[in-house]
């Protein structure tokens, strides 16, 4: 069973930036569609943003220009850079596996002054 563990939240001010990291257990990472979602407090969880295994990404038009996914498919390791962060990224944010129902704990990110 595939395993997933997120980390790199914390508090942070509007305007400030995290990096979030997803490492995943496990020989087949680099053949996986990786998936960044959200849930912010008392909403539905929502997509964030997703790269392929060549690379290619997408992005929830609301964090675009803002965001970047990217993979290192020798670590195991998938990547969320968050710039110019605003109060309504504040979430818990999850990795995932495209078509699966694997899921870590998730990371809390909060954006307050």
């Known amino acids: 069973q595939v395993q997933l563990v997120e980390s790199g939240g914390g508090l942070v001010q509007p305007g400030g930036s995290l990096r979030l990291s997803c490492a995943a257990s496990?020989?087949?990472?680099?053949?996986?569609?990786m998936r960044w979602y959200r849930q912010p407090p008392g909403q539905l969880r929502e997509l964030v943003a997703t790269i392929g295994s060549g690379g290619s990404t997408n992005y929830r038009d609301s964090v675009k220009g803002r965001f970047t996914i990217s993979r290192d498919n020798a670590k195991n390791t998938v990547y969320l850079q968050m710039n110019s962060l605003k109060p309504e990224d504040t979430a818990v944010y999850y990795c995932?596996?495209?078509?699966?129902?694997?899921w870590g704990p998730g990371t809390q990110v909060t954006v307050s002054s």
């Open positions: 995932n596996i495209q078509f699966t129902n694997l």
């Open positions: 496990g020989n087949m990472f680099s053949t996986y569609v």
